[in-house]
């Protein structure tokens, strides 16, 4: 089971944040950013004293009461939070089993999570007077997050995007543009997210000076797997409060999706030391693992270094990295973020996969029965749900992350379907 | 003494600055790479870095992914590049080679099991771009087993405190990052580079290396005249990319560039002394 760093103090002097979201003895990750084997900082030396003052500001402004009261006024009055949860009574009656609750994170600003990230890292960028910011962006949702924020406070915006997902995401590209931002379309590699993040990473070096890298998922070098969840953690503290008013009870199980895996750690975490509640992330399965084509890291694929951190990986047998596949953009990512890797060695959290197929059930299964149009990312979390649902007693309650909006995806739905819109 | 400790002794008594070029192995095709790192040494090259191409090298402008992807496009893997190394090793028993890349492709191969196959190809050094020193222990100390130096980078952001930490673990050389951005990048401040270095040699005791913007021998010269090593890459790679068509041609087309900088360094050198 869990073990713990020795030296916690270090790893976080002041610790707010992350106590506030962290009621348990789980005080990952160490000082230099490990979680047991996994993260670390695996950069170019060019970026290791930006990180740590990336590192350090962070601390700060975590402890900073001024900091924290922006931030939340922000998560209120600008994306707002609280998202509700949502007893999706019809379906749960429909699968004939567990009550499974949906945490709203589609009726955030933007129609996602990734805001209540690209809030705080653009509150910080501020502070740390940086002028511009830059992103890498899969589906488009992270990108139109950070665009977001960065017309509201006036800071430059470059946004990377593989030139495969640019030629699928046409609206997001657009929604950049309208907001101000310059997004750059990325031709190496596979021309998809994992290349966009290399070149943001190359703007980083070069441009390091004003610019603040905004990354968009639990991925990259230490601090940012840290620091994204502990801004995504909002996300299960509120649940865990919600949940715990409407049904006097936590949850049995948590389902959420993972691709980078931000949405689901900011879920889990709160939760972590809950031995009551089951953790359930779910992968992207593509055209199936016994394909090979699939985004699902942790289900079928093994620990290597790619984008700063140590992690699972899809990689071929002399370690380069291979292409993924998912119907969603968002989970289409050949890596995950450490702590996952960690939580799934430890054994805290379960990790499995759904098929492109058994999501666009889930998909419709939703939209019909509750009136509610889920992201296809999102869409993988309801597919399990679907799974473990019918299994348990109607007693029990599933809570599930619907992590964003599925508006985005008609195209691509359509396209399954054999329409053109 | 290792290869590279004694070719850089070598060179401090004829007070010689060294030319390290760097090519891709396997750029464009793998058998171009040995003959072509035999003209290289023919040209005056004093140590040779082999890069190991990589699916996503971060640090890398386009010149070398380029590279990296025309490579891998002909399957060369880490095994392959260690195949090559023992060829050339046949010919040449003195020139240090210095495998530079990035940490996944080892990690896969296994630190222990990629030590004991370096040092058996006749590899002397490891660069792993991705890997400072703070995640550099384990790695280190099973290369230190067989020998082999693992160099690290210094970078503009490099504080005088990381500086000397980082002296502290590296062996064979320091390679000092000349600019702030990936390699071929322009805006080479000579003036900014010199101080720097002087920093660096007063605060670690190895051979200084300044490589990732040299493009010519304009700023070979005058690079030289405050390093010990001049690295130059992308300039290089530039040039096969241009022959890709006729492969061939670039041994030649190589060496002619590098006698150039060569001359062009050997005249500081003169000066300098």
Known sequence: ?421 | MSRIDACFGRLAQRRRTALIPFVTAGDPAPEVTVPLLHAMVAAGADLIEIGVPFSDPIADGPVIQRASERALAKGVSLDDVLDMVRVFRTRDGDTPVILMGYLNPIEVMGYELFSVAAHEAGVDGVLVVDVPPEEGHDLVAMLRTRGLDLVYLLAPTSTAARIACIGEVASGFVYYVSVKGVTGSGHLDTAAVAEKVGLIKSLVRLPVGVGFGIRDAGSAARIAEVADAIIVGSAIVSRIEALAATPEQIPDAVGGFLAGLRQAIDEVDAHVS
């Open chain 1, 1 to 421: 089971m869990l073990t713990y760093p020795d030296d916690l103090d270090r790893a976080f002097p002041g610790g707010a944040g992350q106590r506030r979201s962290q009621p348990s003895a789980y005080r990952w990750p160490d000082a230099r950013g490990h979680f047991g084997p996994y993260g670390g900082m695996f950069v170019p030396e060019t970026l290791m004293q930006p990180l740590e003052e990336l590192r350090a500001a962070y601390e700060r402004f975590l402890d900073d009461p001024e900091f924290q009261a922006e931030l939340d006024a922000d998560l209120r009055d600008y994306v707002g939070r609280p998202s509700p949860v949502y007893h999706a009574a019809r379906w749960s009656r429909e699968l004939g089993g567990a009550q499974i609750f949906l945490k709203r994170e589609d009726l955030n600003h933007t129609g996602a999570h990734k805001v209540n990230n690209t809030i705080g890292q653009a509150l910080l960028a501020r502070r740390m007077g940086k002028t511009r910011i830059i992103a890498e962006t899969g589906a488009g949702q992270h990108g139109v997050a950070s665009a977001t924020v960065a017309a509201r406070l006036g800071l430059e915006c470059v946004v990377y995007m593989g030139e495969v997902d640019i030629a699928r995401q046409e609206a997001n590209v657009y929604r950049m543009r309208l907001l101000g931002a310059r997004v750059v379309s990325v031709t190496s590699g596979s021309r998809t997210l994992k290349d966009a993040l290399n070149e943001a990473m190359r703007d980083w070096v070069t441009n390091i000076d004003n610019t603040f890298y905004i990354i968009g998922t639990v991925a990259g070098p230490h601090p940012y797997p840290a620091m994204v969840r502990d801004f995504q953690a909002v996300i299960g503290r509120e649940a865990r409060a919600q949940i715990l008013k409407r049904t006097g009870r936590l949850p049995d199980a948590l389902v959420a999706c993972v691709g980078g895996g931000s949405n689901a750690i900011g879920l889990f975490y709160p939760f972590i030391g809950d031995p009551g509640v089951a953790i359930y992330g779910v992968e992207a399965a593509g055209d199936g693992l016994q394909t090979g084509r699939h985004a699902a890291p942790l289900c079928a694929g093994r620990p290597g270094v790619l984008h700063g951190n140590r992690t699972y990986l899809m990689e071929d047998r002399h370690g380069q990295i291979v292409e993924t596949h998912s119907i969603s953009a968002g989970l289409d990512y050949p890596g995950v973020g450490p702590e996952h890797a960690w939580l799934k060695d430890s054994g805290r959290a379960r990790y499995d996969s759904v098929t492109d197929e058994e999501a666009l059930r889930a998909f419709h299964h939703l939209t019909r029965t509750e009136g509610i149009i889920p992201a296809l990312e999102s869409s993988h979390a309801l597919a399990y749900a679907h799974k473990l649902a019918p299994g348990m007693r109607s007693d029990q309650a599933i809570l599930v992350n619907l992590s964003g909006r599925g508006d985005k995806d008609m195209h691509t739905v359509a396209s399954h379907d054999g329409l053109v819109l």
